[in-house]
């Protein structure tokens, strides 16, 4: 038996009647078989449209004209599905997003080394580098993003995640199948319940289905590979010899909503010893890896900042249009190491936001309430009209915390920098937490929550960003972070 955890698709299966069997499921096969050559074909795809689109860019520079980039890019979008294959990126159950985005990358790097190999000759080693590391990350782009839109379009026909039977019927159990039909970007998705043999198998008020009692698991046909245990347990070696016999393929040890979150970043962590989870330091805790997270920031900022100039300055002319003063907000925030120091922002508040928000709080209770809760408020009366809201929402306010991220001050990802009145907030213990990282333009919270988050969101996805911490998860949230701003979900 494989205890890790699941990420993929299915739908809904029949139970044999008889022998204590109870009730009906969903069906466990349908969409689950047929997601991996889904993705296949979604991989083809990416892979020919990355070559196609790396060739027409690199014919607009100015000294191409003597190159040659004329080749069948049918056989290189097959060395990728083959590629994919292979290290196991179709390899759904048990792979977590972070190890599917590594395994993407490796495939990319080896695609844009037989890109090289096929254009050297032609070209020379410099055009021919520059083709092949365009269309590198253009396959890893194109194929991440083709697989995300795929996964939400069978989401949105209720084929999220592959179907898994919860063990018990207690409370625990209820609440945490609630929390899965919930949060199906977790991947696992629960089609009913089985009772264990000291609890009642009847009368019960249950929000899935009862499928059997624990004895009678392997005559559940089609087959259930994943089971949710929620009972209490103290090491998986206890779960393995209590459950071992059972006809499941793999155990996702889930005792509360943090185990969930954990899930859907990193199987391996929220499946393992839960007194072992999370014994590593979080976030980048040696000097390598400091200086690898802080070279990527740099290299990947400067031309950032090359390409958001243009946009900042008009931004800029637009807010002092609406409202004369200062463009450009610095506010003072906490950051590494509980050192405070000041973030820019292009201003998308009045002059005098701050009159104006003391004036609103003492007149309304309801607002003020929801001021305390998050610092936050859906009807704000300090932005600007036009100009302000938009700003907010797709997050272009935020753009001149470039120059924060060069100065070192920031990184690209992380937990967003709070300003010192929002920390304090907060339990002494999260605080020093926080303070060894570096604070980010980007974190967990933006791509999920956002302003839709209270205090205690906030705290649980901060802690589940430092404590998965990997290069990955960094890079899995900067290619969240656009969808999430396109989406503007939560933002104001």
């Given at each position: 038996?494989?205890?890790?955890?699941?990420?993929?698709?299915?739908?809904?299966?029949?139970?044999?009647?008889?022998?204590?069997?109870?009730?009906?499921?969903?069906?466990?096969?349908?969409?689950?078989?047929?997601?991996?050559?889904?993705?296949?074909?979604?991989?083809?795809?990416?892979?020919?449209?990355?070559?196609?689109?790396?060739?027409?860019?690199?014919?607009?520079?100015?000294?191409?004209?003597?190159?040659?980039?004329?080749?069948?890019?049918?056989?290189?979008?097959?060395?990728?599905?083959?590629?994919?294959?292979?290290?196991?990126?179709?390899?759904?159950?048990?792979?977590?997003?972070?190890?599917?985005?590594?395994?993407?990358?490796?495939?990319?790097?080896?695609?844009?080394?037989?890109?090289?190999?096929?254009?050297?000759?032609?070209?020379?080693?410099?055009?021919?580098?520059?083709?092949?590391?365009?269309?590198?990350?253009?396959?890893?782009?194109?194929?991440?993003?083709?697989?995300?839109?795929?996964?939400?379009?069978?989401?949105?026909?209720?084929?999220?995640?592959?179907?898994?039977?919860?063990?018990?019927?207690?409370?625990?159990?209820?609440?945490?199948?609630?929390?899965?039909?919930?949060?199906?970007?977790?991947?696992?998705?629960?089609?009913?319940?089985?009772?264990?043999?000291?609890?009642?198998?009847?009368?019960?008020?249950?929000?899935?289905?009862?499928?059997?009692?624990?004895?009678?698991?392997?005559?559940?046909?089609?087959?259930?590979?994943?089971?949710?245990?929620?009972?209490?347990?103290?090491?998986?070696?206890?779960?393995?010899?209590?459950?071992?016999?059972?006809?499941?393929?793999?155990?996702?040890?889930?005792?509360d909503m943090k185990s969930v979150h954990t899930l859907r970043l990193r199987p391996e962590a929220a499946l393992a010893d839960p007194k072992a989870a999370h014994t590593r330091p979080g976030g980048p805790s040696t000097k390598f890896e400091r200086?690898?997270?802080?070279?990527?920031?740099?290299?990947?900022?400067?031309?950032?900042?090359?390409?958001?100039?243009?946009?900042?300055?008009?931004?800029?002319?637009?807010?002092?249009?609406?409202?004369?003063?200062?463009?450009?907000?610095?506010?003072?925030?906490?950051?590494?190491?509980?050192?405070?120091?000041?973030?820019?922002?292009?201003?998308?508040?009045?002059?005098?936001?701050?009159?104006?928000?003391?004036?609103?709080?003492?007149?309304?209770?309801?607002?003020?309430?929801?001021?305390?809760?998050?610092?936050?408020?859906?009807?704000?009366?300090?932005?600007?009209?036009?100009?302000?809201?938009?700003?907010?929402?797709?997050?272009?306010?935020?753009?001149?915390?470039?120059?924060?991220?060069?100065?070192?001050?920031?990184?690209?990802?992380?937990?967003?920098?709070?300003?010192?009145?929002?920390?304090?907030?907060?339990?002494?213990?999260?605080?020093?937490?926080?303070?060894?990282?570096?604070?980010?333009?980007?974190?967990?919270?933006?791509?999920?929550?956002?302003?839709?988050?209270?205090?205690?969101?906030?705290?649980?996805?901060?802690?589940?960003?430092?404590?998965?911490?990997?290069?990955?998860?960094?890079?899995?949230?900067?290619?969240?972070?656009?969808?999430?701003?396109?989406?503007?979900?939560?933002?104001?």
């Open positions: 038996m494989n205890i890790s955890g699941p990420e993929t698709r299915a739908t809904p299966s029949v139970l044999r009647n008889g022998t204590g069997l109870v009730g009906g499921a969903p069906r466990a096969g349908g969409w689950w078989p047929r997601l991996p050559v889904a993705i296949l074909f979604t991989d083809f795809l990416a892979a020919m449209l990355a070559i196609k689109a790396a060739t027409i860019l690199i014919r607009v520079l100015p000294w191409s004209a003597a190159w040659v980039f004329r080749f069948d890019a049918l056989l290189p979008a097959l060395l990728v599905v083959g590629t994919h294959a292979a290290i196991g990126v179709y390899r759904l159950p048990g792979t977590g997003p972070c190890e599917r985005l590594r395994m993407r990358a490796v495939s990319a790097l080896l695609f844009a080394s037989f890109c090289l190999l096929l254009t050297v000759p032609a070209n020379g080693w410099f055009p021919a580098l520059l083709f092949a590391g365009l269309s590198g990350v253009l396959l890893l782009v194109c194929g991440y993003y083709g697989q995300e839109l795929l996964r939400a379009v069978l989401g949105q026909l209720g084929q999220n995640g592959v179907p898994a039977a919860v063990i018990g019927t207690g409370e625990d159990a209820r609440t945490i199948a609630a929390a899965l039909l919930a949060h199906p970007e977790v991947g696992v998705r629960p089609i009913g319940f089985i009772a264990l043999p000291d609890q009642p198998a009847v009368g019960l008020e249950l929000p899935l289905p009862l499928l059997c009692r624990l004895e009678h698991a392997a005559l559940i046909e089609p087959r259930i590979d994943l089971a949710v245990v929620t009972a209490p347990w103290r090491d998986r070696a206890e779960v393995e010899a209590a459950l071992g016999q059972l006809p499941f393929e793999q155990l996702a040890l889930i005792k200086a690898v997270k802080r070279i990527i920031d740099v290299t990947l900022t400067l031309p950032a900042v090359l390409i958001t100039l243009p946009i900042i300055l008009i931004l800029a002319a637009l807010v002092r249009v609406t409202d004369p003063g200062r463009a450009i907000f610095v506010q003072q925030r906490i950051g590494y190491g509980g050192r405070s120091f000041n973030v820019y922002k292009i201003r998308t508040m009045y002059q005098d936001a701050e009159q104006r928000l003391e004036k609103a709080l003492a007149a309304d209770p309801e607002m003020a309430a929801e001021w305390r809760s998050n610092f936050k408020l859906v009807n704000d009366p300090r932005i600007l009209p036009g100009v302000g809201h938009l700003l907010r929402r797709l997050s272009l306010d935020e753009l001149p915390q470039l120059w924060n991220v060069l100065k070192g001050e920031m990184s690209l990802v992380g937990p967003r920098p709070f300003p010192p009145y929002h920390l304090k907030c907060f339990d002494t213990e999260f605080q020093a937490i926080r303070s060894t990282v570096m604070p980010g333009l980007t974190g967990l919270w933006q791509i999920t929550s956002r302003s839709d988050g209270d205090l205690s969101v906030q705290r649980e996805q901060d802690l589940l960003y430092i404590e998965n911490w990997s290069f990955w998860l960094d890079l899995q949230i900067l290619l969240q972070t656009l969808p999430a701003v396109i989406k503007a979900k939560g933002a104001r």
